[in-house]
């Protein structure tokens, strides 16, 4: 393992550093359809969608949402249930409702006009100090650095250590290109989800190689979050050009108000599990479920199995299919209809 290295604003390293990550982002940075604008309408919502959620998830939903609402007015004026149909998909709906919150302020008090300082940012509904951070930088050009999962992750590396949060908001602060800070911190995140991933780092292709104290050696104690394992099942009821929904609550903790399908306890050919919170019971058309397919939310790997059924004991209501497209859907509920070819 190298020394740990030594790095600032002035000093030789801290400007090598600076130099060989930008000119490998110049040369490597994936053509996003975010980067393409410094409007901060775009980067404000690329970010947003990009919590929680991969970038190829996101990549089609973006350009949806921005032909839906193309302008932070035409956001602003939306029903919510508009903006939660276009945000169908990428999950974590109080992101999708907060946007909105913040839309209408900018459109109205603040007559369509951003705040231009991460500082000011701030106080919109929804924006935190990163999202503050990234939108001021790269939409204004303000020398302000990011920290998100992925640049922690670099820095802890780079410097070998278990860094506190502050001490990894100051690092990142010293190693900012204060000319090209946008540029900069995209570059950052980027060796982090391309290069410097959380299971096995691209270290002989990484830019900064020469620099890194650790070169992929994993910092002692710290170990690979393990995935959880859980097998759910959904009941497929249609007919006459129509599907059965249930409705989330509207105090739900997640997904409030969403359309899905209707969960079932278990296997509708064995006896239904009594500690389930979903009991609804089903009649199947079959003893094989109709498929199977895998969903993964944070630290859960779900199997998922589809049964064809008759007519599900829960509360509900038969959709026609034709409003399906505009309907705020569950990811997991597209999915599913995706796979059935019932939705496109
Ligand atoms: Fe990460 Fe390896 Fe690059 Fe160090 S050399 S920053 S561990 S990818």
């Given at each position: 393992m190298n020394s740990r290295p030594r790095?600032?604003?002035?000093?030789?390293?801290?400007a090598a550093f600076r130099a060989s990550l930008l000119a490998w982002y110049d040369s490597c940075a994936r053509d996003l359809p975010w980067r393409k604008s410094h409007d901060p309408y775009r980067i404000w919502l690329s970010e947003i969608m990009l919590q929680q959620t991969r970038v190829a998830a996101v990549i089609s939903r973006y350009e949806e949402f921005l032909r839906r609402f193309p302008t932070v007015e035409k956001l602003a004026a939306a029903r919510e249930s508009s903006v939660l149909?276009?945000?169908?998909g990428l999950g974590y709906y109080r992101r999708a409702r907060m946007l909105h919150a913040a839309a209408k302020l900018v459109a109205g008090e603040?007559?369509?006009e951003f705040p231009r300082s991460g500082d000011r940012?701030?106080?919109?509904?929804?924006?935190?100090?990163?999202t503050a951070a990234a939108v001021a930088s790269i939409a204004f050009g303000e020398p302000v650095a990011v920290v998100d999962g992925n640049v922690e992750r670099v820095l802890c590396r780079f410097f070998a250590g278990d860094l506190s949060e502050e001490k990894i908001w100051q690092a990142a602060a010293t190693l900012l290109d204060r000319s090209r800070p946008g540029d900069f911190?995209?570059?950052?995140?980027?060796?982090?989800?391309t290069v410097c991933t959380?299971?096995?780092p691209a270290c002989l292709t990484c830019p900064v190689m020469e620099l890194c104290a650790t070169r992929g050696e994993r910092p002692a104690g710290q170990k690979p979050a393990r995935q959880k394992k859980r097998e759910i099942h959904f009941a497929l009821a249609h007919r006459n050009g129509s599907i059965f929904l249930t409705r989330r609550p509207h105090d739900a903790r997640l997904m409030a108000s969403m359309w899905e399908l209707p969960?079932?306890?278990a296997s509708p050919i064995r006896a239904p599990n009594p500690r389930s919170a979903s009991n609804h019971s089903?009649?199947?058309?079959?003893?094989?479920?109709?498929?199977?397919?895998?969903?993964?939310?944070?630290?859960?790997?779900?199997t998922v199995r589809v049964w064809h059924a008759a007519s599900p004991d829960a509360a509900g209501e038969w959709v026609p299919l034709r409003r399906l497209p505009k309907l705020a859907l569950t990811g997991l509920a597209r999915k599913i209809l995706r796979r059935a070819e019932i939705l496109t």
């Amino acid at each position: 393992m190298n020394s740990r290295p030594r790095l600032g604003n002035k000093n030789g390293n801290g400007a090598a550093f600076r130099a060989s990550l930008l000119a490998w982002y110049d040369s490597c940075a994936r053509d996003l359809p975010w980067r393409k604008s410094h409007d901060p309408y775009r980067i404000w919502l690329s970010e947003i969608m990009l919590q929680q959620t991969r970038v190829a998830a996101v990549i089609s939903r973006y350009e949806e949402f921005l032909r839906r609402f193309p302008t932070v007015e035409k956001l602003a004026a939306a029903r919510e249930s508009s903006v939660l149909a276009a945000w169908s998909g990428l999950g974590y709906y109080r992101r999708a409702r907060m946007l909105h919150a913040a839309a209408k302020l900018v459109a109205g008090e603040l007559h369509g006009e951003f705040p231009r300082s991460g500082d000011r940012l701030k106080q919109l509904p929804g924006i935190g100090r990163y999202t503050a951070a990234a939108v001021a930088s790269i939409a204004f050009g303000e020398p302000v650095a990011v920290v998100d999962g992925n640049v922690e992750r670099v820095l802890c590396r780079f410097f070998a250590g278990d860094l506190s949060e502050e001490k990894i908001w100051q690092a990142a602060a010293t190693l900012l290109d204060r000319s090209r800070p946008g540029d900069f911190n995209q570059a950052m995140m980027e060796l982090g989800a391309t290069v410097c991933t959380p299971r096995s780092p691209a270290c002989l292709t990484c830019p900064v190689m020469e620099l890194c104290a650790t070169r992929g050696e994993r910092p002692a104690g710290q170990k690979p979050a393990r995935q959880k394992k859980r097998e759910i099942h959904f009941a497929l009821a249609h007919r006459n050009g129509s599907i059965f929904l249930t409705r989330r609550p509207h105090d739900a903790r997640l997904m409030a108000s969403m359309w899905e399908l209707p969960e079932i306890s278990a296997s509708p050919i064995r006896a239904p599990n009594p500690r389930s919170a979903s009991n609804h019971s089903v009649k199947a058309k079959s003893r094989v479920p109709l498929f199977t397919l895998r969903h993964s939310i944070t630290v859960t790997d779900y199997t998922v199995r589809v049964w064809h059924a008759a007519s599900p004991d829960a509360a509900g209501e038969w959709v026609p299919l034709r409003r399906l497209p505009k309907l705020a859907l569950t990811g997991l509920a597209r999915k599913i209809l995706r796979r059935a070819e019932i939705l496109t």
